[in-house]
């Protein structure tokens, strides 16, 4: 990302003209090769060397009157004792373009900053007060960081003067502090990343110092900026930082975000939580509506009785919203699941009944009122839920009757969206020896008996009678979308069926691997004890691990969860997440602390979790289903494919997502359902053409060809190139089709990436100072950047001269081109040319 710095006395060639050096030296030589070129035609039929001597006399000649007329400048730096190495980071994230002030003529952060480094007016910014003593960088970065500006490469003629504007505007989607830090990681010999910096800038004795400036707001919540300030302050470098920004937060209410389940019961319940963000508005009283097209289907007031945000839970009922949506459908066309679309929005009390009888804004918030203040366009939040239309199938295997296993099969069995099968296997149950079949009381044989589920509990099943064929069968089911939920126990019998060692996202620490019961007990014996189990930092922001409204109310909630007597010592595969952790006592062996508890990761077009317990179900103690039930529906929503969402009689549509964020790509999956279509293709429908249109404003967006994924079900998955913005429609092309016969279609949204980034943009000196602190640096605010000033200059202990010898006003070029012209005038006389 950076260039490295160099040492010692270089110089180079610049010019006046307002060119890159290398497009002047190219103008100059075609001119000299046209003259060259235009020349030779004369002097053809010369012998000797007067042939190529003369054009090539005048072409020289040509070529430097361009390069003089260029205003040649030879540079020359040299570099005394050891400078300094300094870095300016600058935030360029879009909560840099925050004015701190009411009038709106004030500047903007990120111009601030460019002032405070390049200067304003006639005031000397710190750049051109350090360059003579420091080698500088400048770097923007937002979710990325990019080198700006640089004092010491000599191929860079650009004037600190006329530099200020090389940040650039204030657009960043998002904010990683880290960014900033992790180029300066010293490489090694597998790192060869081009955002590193070479290992030999940070040499012994060289004084390195990074000045982070900005607001402090990391959106990206990436935690380790500190880690790696820590880490660059070990090897050297000091990491300081600049506070850009009021240190109160402006007076604003939005809407930032909405907690709610991906997919309900199209009769069912939508609950859900809106978090809300209140600032400048003192015991005033703040209405919060859920709407559905131009219908308020929610509504709620809150008093905000001090400044930040409030979480308010919403419940109703959609089964009249459904059917609203299915009267409007075109007829033909089936849905498995409907997409309900919402919007929540928030203004003040006494503006809500005003704001329904204003004009339309041309931000496209119509429900926003002029009676609200600060952003606009935080004031509403779209998302979507899908309605399923249809009742899930689900199919639970285990070994034995265990408590888990009833408390599961009686919770989705009472529940009329699923239809549930149960499969024993064992000493024990009803089914001592495996039976494999199309039965509902049987084990799955074929791919079509796996393929009627949509998701499978697979709890401590004999290893002796599970087969590889068995395994291939799981794994074929969950490749082809399948959901999968491996629900372990204390006989270890998971671990102990190789062949699904593969699908499984965890591993498993000395496991005893044969039936023996005195490897057992000792295995079971050395299992650390859980103290509490909680979401882990990937899992916070997933709806299955929310049980209660408020992150902090479900923080503590987890924490009061009764724990598992005990769970296997496991860790997580590299390509999995664990979205649970548990806190166990530490062993005498030093095993760390916490151990995976929810794991989870893809598998083909299917997802798997990893349940390191089955003791979920003594969360029923005084509250019954309430958080089994809620846990349990969650985890299920989560590991299930989303279906095919509309189908005619011809094809069936589905995607992987209803909501997209900014540069996603959407996975497309379509399902031909006539056969007799195909007949003239000999019944083969590899040997269709089955492409995806995506329409956006009733225009074809692009065109997707889709591939063939199982031939015996006639099914088709396609990948969109990376979405800008938008609401779109998936229809289906395919030949041996008419297309008036494929009506249906599939809706998917791409929001705006960035939510987020403004919720806060008052400076957390906070986050600012702890970085400081971990890389031995200091922090300041803004209006008091002159004392960081004064610790800058100290740090070099060496000098930078440059010097500039501008070579157009040299005699000895012109004697040069003098002598060229008249070497030429006196061999083209003696040639007999003149």
Do not use: C
Request: aromatic fraction near 8%.
């Amino acid at each position: 990302m950076m260039a490295p710095f160099t040492k010692g006395a270089f110089a180079s060639l610049r010019f006046a003209w307002d060119l890159p050096t290398w497009l002047i030296v190219m103008i100059a030589v075609l001119l000299g090769g046209a003259t060259v070129w235009l020349y030779s035609r004369e002097t053809r039929t010369l012998d000797g060397a007067a042939a190529w001597t003369l054009p090539a006399l005048r072409g020289t000649a040509i070529i430097l009157i361009v390069l003089l007329l260029a205003g040649p400048i030879w540079h020359h730096r040299q570099t005394i004792g050891q400078p300094a190495r300094l870095i300016f980071a600058v935030d360029q994230s879009l909560s840099m373009s925050e004015r701190d002030s009411s009038d709106g003529l004030s500047p903007d952060r990120l111009k601030r900053a460019a002032e405070l480094l390049f200067g304003r007016g006639e005031q000397a910014g710190w750049i051109e007060q350090l360059k003579q003593t420091h080698l500088i960088d400048v770097v923007s970065f937002d979710s990325t960081a990019q080198t700006r500006w640089k004092s010491y490469d000599v191929d860079d003629d650009q004037p600190v003067e006329s530099s200020h504007s090389v940040l650039g505007e204030a657009t960043g989607v998002s904010t990683n502090l880290s960014a900033a830090l992790r180029p300066l990681v010293p490489t090694t010999d597998a790192d060869t990343s081009d955002d590193a910096i070479p290992t030999e800038q940070s040499e012994t004795g060289t004084p390195l110092a990074l000045v982070m400036l900005s607001d402090g707001r990391d959106s990206a919540n990436v935690a380790d900026a500190s880690d790696l300030a820590w880490q660059l302050s070990q090897t050297g470098w000091q990491i300081h930082t600049i506070g850009m920004g009021s240190i109160d937060e402006p007076a604003d209410i939005g809407i930032i975000n909405v907690l709610h389940p991906e997919r309900i019961a199209s009769d069912g319940r939508l609950t859900g939580t809106i978090v809300a963000k209140h600032f400048g508005v003192l015991n005033e009283t703040l209405r919060i509506n859920l709407r559905s097209g131009d219908q308020v289907v929610w509504s709620e007031s809150i008093v905000a009785t001090e400044d930040g945000q409030t979480e308010v839970d919403f419940e109703f009922p959609v089964e009249t919203l459904s059917q609203r949506l299915l009267d409007n459908e075109s007829r033909g066309v089936d849905h498995d699941s409907l997409v309900l679309p919402f919007t929540a929005t928030i203004s003040r009390e006494n503006a809500s009944v005003s704001a329904s009888k204003e004009s339309p804004r041309t931000d496209g918030n119509q429900f926003a009122s002029s009676f609200d203040l600060g952003q606009s366009d935080n004031d509403r939040w779209d998302f979507r839920v899908a309605a399923a239309n249809r009742d899930r199938r689900l199919l639970i295997l285990d070994g034995s009757s265990r408590w888990e296993t009833r408390y599961l099969r009686n919770l989705f069995s009472r529940d009329p969206a699923w239809e549930v099968d149960t499969v024993l296997i064992g000493a024990g149950t009803d089914m001592p020896n495996i039976q494999r079949g199309d039965q509902n009381d049987e084990v799955p044989q074929t791919e079509t008996d796996w393929g009627r589920y949509d998701a499978i509990v697979l709890g401590e099943v004999p290893p002796e009678q599970w087969t590889d064929s068995d395994s291939e069968g799981l794994k074929g089911f969950v490749k082809r979308g399948g959901g999968l939920i491996l629900l372990d126990g204390r006989y270890n019998r998971l671990s102990r069926i190789e062949s699904l060692s593969d699908l499984i996202p965890v591993n498993f620490e000395q496991a005893p691997t044969i039936s023996d019961n005195t490897a057992l007990l000792r295995y079971q014996k050395n299992q650390p004890l859980v103290k509490s189990i909680g979401p882990s930092t990937a899992g916070r922001s997933q709806p299955v691990m929310l049980l209660a409204a408020g992150t902090d109310n479900n923080e503590e909630l987890w924490r009061a969860m009764p724990t598992p007597s005990s769970i296997p010592p496991i860790t997580a595969r590299a390509d999995a997440e664990v979205w649970a952790d548990a806190i166990v006592e530490p062993s005498p062996d030093g095993q760390d602390d916490r151990v995976p508890w929810l794991v989870t990761r893809l598998f083909g077009a299917g997802r798997v979790f990893y349940l390191a317990t089955d003791q979920t179900w003594r969360w029923r103690y005084k509250v019954e289903s309430q958080l089994h039930g809620r846990f349990w529906n969650q985890l299920l929503t989560a590991v299930m494919p989303p279906p095919y969402a509309v189908r005619d009689d011809y094809v069936a549509i589905g995607t992987d997502q209803i909501d997209y964020s900014s540069g996603q790509k959407a996975l497309i999956r379509a399902r031909l359902l006539e056969t007799d279509a195909l007949e003239t293709n000999d019944s083969n429908p590899s040997m269709a053409t089955v492409d995806a249109i995506l329409i956006r404003d009733d225009q074809i967006f692009a065109t997707i060809p889709l591939n063939l994924d199982n031939a015996a079900r006639k099914t088709y998955l396609g990948q969109t190139p990376p979405l800008p913005p938008g609401a779109y429609r998936v229809r289906i092309r395919a030949s041996g089709y008419d297309a008036s016969a494929l009506k249906a279609s599939a809706p998917i949204w791409v929001e705006s990436a960035g939510k987020g980034e403004l919720d806060r943009v008052a400076v957390d000196e906070s986050r600012l100072k702890e970085i400081a602190s971990a890389g031995a640096g200091t922090y300041v605010h803004e209006s008091s950047a002159e004392e960081m000033l004064n610790q800058l200059i100290p740090l070099s202990r060496g000098q930078i001269i440059e010097t500039d010898t501008l070579l157009w006003e040299s005699w000895w070029l012109f004697v040069v081109v003098l002598l060229l012209l008249a070497a030429e005038w006196w061999m083209r006389k003696r040639s007999g040319l003149i």
